[in-house]
T-cell receptor, first 113, second 112 residues
Framework: KAGVTQTPRYLIKTRGQQVTLSCSPI?????VSWYQQTPGQGLQFLFEYFSETQRNKGNFPGRFSGRQFSNSRSEMNVSTLELGDSALYLC????????????FGPGTRLTVT | LAKTTQPISMDSYEGQEVNITCSHNNIATNDYITWYQQFPSQGPRFIIQGYKTKVTNEVASLFIPADRKSSTLSLPRVSLSDTAVYYC?????????????FGKGTRLSVIA
């Protein structure tokens, strides 16, 4: 069974631009969560989607948004990029909403210059 | 959310058994204990999950005492490739609205 895939793997953007990251969950998994990881703040939860609805949201500004499609694939968007948004963005999928057993993708390394 | 406390770092020699203890004094009745492993620039990998007593899989064992206020992840005969950060998390999927909270984790360094 294929694992979680994320595209692109690496991205360089300029301040003020926007970016869209994509995540394809493991087949059969209906929950997709997004995390931001930085050396200073560690792994921080962004949001979780289940059945195309956002079920949970972390403490991030409204510039961070996401959505989930009917095939459970998810996208995350960050608008008006700031230097501090440079991070590894991880997507994780699980069978159930709020499941502790999550399977992470390789991440998208975003660099904002 | 039950908060967890783990050692910041640990060192071990190859071939030794490593035990990483996690404290979670305010764990709730419905909470499970879950451990993840993360290598640099990769996503965390689910290792093991348990509710009480002992759980064992092909990778590790998880020991949970009766009061469930702590848990110990045991890695048998570690190798250099086990060098990673290990996260202990506590939560319940039954709640449905409580996201996973990753702490700082324990950085394990395995030495030849």
């Amino acid at each position: 069974k294929a694992g979680v895939t994320q595209t692109p793997r690496y991205l360089i953007k300029t301040r003020g631009q926007q970016v869209t990251l994509s995540c394809s969950p493991i087949s059969g998994h209906r929950s997709v969560s997004w995390y931001q990881q930085t050396p200073g703040q560690g792994l921080q939860f962004l949001f979780e989607y289940f059945s195309e609805t956002q079920r949970n949201k972390g403490n991030f500004p409204g510039r961070f948004s996401g959505r989930q499609f009917s095939n459970s694939r998810s996208e995350m968007n960050v608008s008006t990029l700031e230097l501090g948004d440079s991070a590894l963005y991880l997507c994780a999928s699980s069978l159930r909403q709020g499941d502790n057993e999550q399977y992470f993708g390789p991440g998208t390394r975003l660099t904002v210059t | 959310l039950a908060k967890t406390t783990q050692p910041i770092s640990m060192d071990s020699y190859e071939g030794q058994e490593v035990n990483i203890t996690c404290s979670h004094n305010n764990i709730a009745t419905n909470d499970y204990i879950t451990w993840y492993q993360q290598f640099p620039s990769q996503g965390p990998r689910f290792i093991i999950q348990g509710y009480k007593t002992k759980v064992t899989n092909e990778v590790a064992s998880l020991f949970i005492p009766a009061d469930r206020k702590s848990s110990t992840l045991s890695l048998p005969r570690v190798s250099l490739s086990d060098t990673a950060v290990y996260y202990c998390l506590v939560g319940s999927w039954n709640s449905g609205n409580t996201p996973l909270v990753f702490g700082k984790g324990t950085r394990l360094s395995v030495i030849a």
